[in-house]
Protein backbone atom coordinates (compact mmCIF):
# COMPACT_ATOMS: atom_id res chain seq x y z
CA UNK A 1 0.00 0.00 0.00
CA UNK A 2 2.58 2.30 0.84
CA UNK A 3 4.20 1.56 -2.50
CA UNK A 4 1.78 2.79 -4.06
CA UNK A 5 1.08 5.74 -2.28
CA UNK A 6 4.53 6.85 -2.73
CA UNK A 7 3.83 6.22 -6.74
CA UNK A 8 1.00 8.30 -7.04
CA UNK A 9 2.91 11.32 -4.84
CA UNK A 10 5.79 11.02 -7.64
CA UNK A 11 3.34 11.05 -10.29
CA UNK A 12 1.23 14.31 -8.29
CA UNK A 13 4.78 15.96 -7.79
CA UNK A 14 5.23 15.78 -11.40
CA UNK A 15 2.10 16.80 -13.03
CA UNK A 16 1.56 19.45 -10.78
CA UNK A 17 1.52 21.89 -13.30
CA UNK A 18 -0.86 20.12 -15.33
CA UNK A 19 -3.16 18.64 -12.40
CA UNK A 20 -3.49 21.99 -9.87
CA UNK A 21 -5.39 21.35 -7.08
CA UNK A 22 -5.73 17.39 -7.69
CA UNK A 23 -1.85 16.83 -7.65
CA UNK A 24 -1.97 18.63 -4.40
CA UNK A 25 -4.86 16.78 -3.07
CA UNK A 26 -2.78 13.88 -4.05
CA UNK A 27 -0.47 14.96 -2.04
CA UNK A 28 -2.10 16.16 0.85
CA UNK A 29 -3.40 12.53 1.10
CA UNK A 30 -0.04 10.69 0.68
CA UNK A 31 1.23 12.51 3.59
CA UNK A 32 -1.82 12.08 6.00
CA UNK A 33 -0.72 8.51 5.06
CA UNK A 34 2.55 8.63 5.77
CA UNK A 35 2.02 10.32 9.11
CA UNK A 36 -0.96 8.57 10.35
CA UNK A 37 -1.74 5.90 9.11
CA UNK A 38 1.61 3.86 7.60
CA UNK A 39 3.01 4.29 11.54
CA UNK A 40 -0.02 1.93 12.53
CA UNK A 41 1.23 -1.05 10.69
CA UNK A 42 3.99 -1.95 13.39
CA UNK A 43 1.28 -2.49 16.17
CA UNK A 44 -0.82 -4.25 13.85
CA UNK A 45 2.20 -6.53 12.38
CA UNK A 46 2.48 -6.73 16.42
CA UNK A 47 -0.74 -7.88 17.06
CA UNK A 48 -0.80 -10.94 14.74
CA UNK A 49 2.35 -11.84 15.03
CA UNK A 50 1.40 -12.53 19.05
CA UNK A 51 -0.61 -15.19 17.88
CA UNK A 52 -4.02 -16.42 18.93
CA UNK A 53 -3.12 -17.80 22.37
CA UNK A 54 -4.76 -15.01 24.03
CA UNK A 55 -8.35 -15.14 22.64
CA UNK A 56 -7.85 -18.89 22.54
CA UNK A 57 -8.00 -18.87 25.66
CA UNK A 58 -11.34 -17.93 26.46
CA UNK A 59 -13.97 -19.96 26.87
CA UNK A 60 -16.93 -20.11 24.37
CA UNK A 61 -19.37 -18.75 26.32
CA UNK A 62 -16.95 -15.99 27.38
CA UNK A 63 -17.34 -14.40 24.15
Do not use: H, Y
Not at 32 to 57: C, K
Request: glycine share 10%; charged share 15%.
Amino acid sequence: MAGLWLQMAACAVEQRGALGGFAENKLCLARFFFDRLSPQTLALEAGIMAGPASINSLANDTI
